[in-house]
């Protein structure tokens, strides 16, 4: 299959300027474009999966970048004094709507949830400016199948003192993670569905006729 890429003459002023309708339709093509495939994987859960999507690939994009922060930022609750989200995926999603939020004149911390406590040092499971107590964070994730790593996060928080009541995906894989928040009594958000994706996934790269 030929990938297709955005070139910088393309993608950098638009990804900036663009209204929010465009960019995400946008940030969806650069899903389809780089992030998406479709094969045989075994995922982090265990699940056998019959297509993947490495969300690094658009976060740690440039422009991915710039459009996760900005398509991310009016999502979270006016209270919000932080995002936070399980290492590695959250990380460059955090650091994005951390900056872009700072353009916008507003002051949002990023977090940095470890899995394990560090191994020296403060031995922290949270890296990152410590809050005041009940601090309003939102967790955020790339892409979200059973819901397990940011249940984990949101629960390091709350350990930590911090209010954590709503979770927010890049991706949606429908297999079970927003049914446990609804459970748990998290508010979840997720911009697009797997649904989404491999319908317009298969408009970019449709199969070649027989």
């Known amino acids: 299959m ?43 859960s ?17 422009q991915g970048a710039v459009a996760v922060g900005r398509i991310l930022l009016p999502l979270l609750t006016s209270d919000t004094v932080a995002v936070a989200g399980l290492t590695l995926g959250a990380d460059p999603i955090v650091t994005a709507v951390s900056v872009v939020a700072a353009y916008a004149g507003r002051s949002i911390t990023a977090l940095i949830v470890r899995k394990e406590a560090k191994g020296h040092g403060t031995q ?25 790593s940011a249940l984990k996060a949101v629960d390091r928080l709350r350990q930590a003192g911090y209010r954590v009541n709503q979770i927010i995906a890049l991706v949606d894989r429908q297999q079970g993670g927003a049914e446990l928040y ?29």
């Open 46 to 62: 265990g699940q056998p999966s019959s297509y993947y999507i490495n969300g690094k690939q658009v976060t740690l994009h440039p």
């Open 124 to 148: 922290a499971f949270i890296e990152g400016p410590t809050l005041p107590p009940a601090s309003p964070v939102v967790v955020l994730e790339d892409v979200v199948t059973t819901g397990q």
């Open 182 to 210: 609804q459970q748990m009594g998290l508010d979840f958000q997720t911009v697009y569905s797997i649904t989404e994706i491999q319908i317009r996934w298969r408009e970019l790269f449709p199969s070649p006729a027989p």
């Open 2 to 44: 030929a990938e297709k890429y955005l070139t910088n003459d393309d993608a950098t002023d638009s990804f900036v300027s663009l209204e929010l309708p465009f960019l995400r339709q946008k940030l969806l093509d650069l899903f389809c474009q780089v992030a998406y495939r479709e094969g045989d994987f075994v995922l982090s």
